[in-house]
């Protein structure tokens, strides 16, 4: 598995495999980065097995210092470059033998950790194993975040298959595992990847129209806000040739309005969990919010509602938690569904339906609504407890422009009639001032729900 990895990297020679500070970097730079790094892990005595974190972006230096590590066979934990200092539970939690932390300008420091005492089971057992890992942190939204322990030689398995090449915008980090899915896909393929430095709308639709990117992997959120920026009018975007979406349901209003101002894009639903991987998905269509699921090493089931997976790449793993695994390898998701012949529309984290009356509310669908009303910024909709329903809607909407308050939930009413079942109706209105999402451009509602998210990580 590693050997095929390197030989694949050899094959692209002076190809750009990544643009850092606006210069193109070629395959044959970042295969002679791995050699150095290789060479700077043994000066360092940083041997087969041991745990390594690793600080920084996706720059050559990173990239090299990541692959060669693979190829060491180490435990890799990717920590964002926005991170001041590692911290401190991190680095107790992964058992860490090392540090590499890169800077702005690519330049590296390392330091050697006192080890731990006692080896944790999952992380011997890769050992023995000789194969390469991979530690990830859940966001612990939550509650306290949970470290997934993978197995790196399993998650490259599907990148060994040809796909075309694109030119991509990276927009997760590597300490997410839609990043190290991102990377992978297009160093395997013969891509170029292109980081970011900021995430805005404005940003992002530089980076597309400077390096002409034809890729960009995000999420419904991010997607909004480039619509009501409207950045994408001041840019030229005509290299974007797919945009792919995951880590939450998309509005269906949002994936519509994307469809008119970029006709000439293909949307694509991806889906994955830090427990699993990336699954293979394929959208019905541009337009549309269903999507078929599972393939070679991937297998889904959906009972009761809720969505199953099992998967040849699934984790060893929690290093602070009992395995969410059932005795045949099987995980609950905690994502309710909706199935029609071989695809699914994912409806939202179960855990976050609001119960009306015995009626289940999933915030996603009444949110796609309220999107499409005039002066309407985002909305996030949770649930508030009701003695007499046991809850009730709420939206929290961010506007475009000042407004009347009751001439606004007067106008949300009846804009939402016809549009939504009864029960599903906001009854209460909060005009919002704040930007309801995560680092990762995920929708956040932890400050408002009553119940705990009970389910698996990071969906992405």
Not at 21 to 49: K, P, Q, T
Not at 63 to 71: K, P, Q, S
Not at 161 to 173: A, D, H, I, Q, S
Not at 405 to 415: A, G, K, S
Request: proline share 6%; hydrophobic share 40%.
């Amino acid at each position: 598995m590693r050997h095929w990895l390197l030989e694949r990297l050899g094959e692209f020679g002076d190809q750009p495999a990544l643009v850092w500070h606006d210069r193109d970097h070629s395959y044959r730079e970042l295969r002679d980065a791995v050699g150095a790094w290789r060479d700077r892990l043994a000066d360092w005595r940083i041997h087969e097995g041991e745990c390594v974190v690793l600080r920084g972006g996706y720059s050559p230096g990173v990239c090299g210092a990541l692959l060669a590590l693979i190829l060491n066979r180490n435990v890799i934990v990717p920590v964002s470059p926005s991170a001041v200092d590692v911290d401190a539970k991190l680095l107790e939690l992964a058992q860490a033998d090392a540090v590499i932390a890169f800077d702005d300008d690519d330049a590296s420091t390392s330091r050697r950790i006192g080890a731990a005492q006692g080896v944790h089971p999952l992380l011997r057992q890769l050992r023995q194993a000789g194969a390469p890992g991979l530690l990830l942190f859940t966001s612990g939204s939550t509650g306290e975040r949970k470290a997934v322990l993978l197995d790196v030689d399993r998650l490259l398995e599907k990148f060994s298959k040809r796909r075309p090449p694109f030119r991509t915008l990276v927009f997760m980090e590597l300490d997410h595992i839609g990043g190290f899915n991102t990377l992978f896909h297009v160093l395997c393929d013969g891509g170029t990847l292109v980081p970011l430095r900021e995430r805005t709308p404005p940003a992002v639709a530089r980076a597309i129209e400077r390096h002409r990117v034809q890729l960009l992997p995000t999420t419904p959120t991010f997607l909004n806000m480039l619509l009501v920026s409207e950045a994408y009018r001041e840019h030229d975007l005509s290299s974007l040739e797919l945009i792919t979406y995951g880590t939450e349901p998309m509005p269906e209003s949002t994936l519509l309005a994307l469809n008119a101002v970029l006709p000439k894009v293909r949307f694509k639903q991806t889906y994955g969990l830090s427990e699993l991987g990336i699954l293979p998905s394929a959208s019905k269509d541009s337009q549309s919010p269903w999507l078929r699921l599972g393939g070679d090493g991937f297998e889904t089931k959906v009972v009761d509602g809720t969505l199953w997976i099992r998967a040849r790449s699934a984790m060893l793993g929690y290093l602070n938690a009992p395995s969410p695994f059932d005795a045949d390898g099987w995980l609950n998701t905690g994502d309710a569904v909706e199935v029609q012949g071989d695809y699914l529309r994912i409806l939202g984290r179960a855990s976050e339906a609001i119960n009306v009356g015995g009626e289940k509310v999933y915030p996603a669908e009444v949110e796609s609504v309220l999107l499409r009303m005039e002066n309407v910024r985002d909305a996030t909709v949770y649930g508030k407890r009701n003695p007499v329903t046991g809850n009730v809607v709420v939206a929290a909407l961010r506007l475009l422009r000042p407004e009347d308050p009751l001439r606004l939930d007067q106008r949300m009413r009846e804009f939402c009639d016809g549009r939504l079942q009864p029960y599903k109706i906001p009854v209460l209105l909060q005009i919002d001032d704040e930007e309801r999402h995560s680092a990762r451009f995920k929708k956040t509602r932890s400050e408002f729900q009553n119940t705990s998210n009970t389910g698996p990580g990071d969906r992405t």
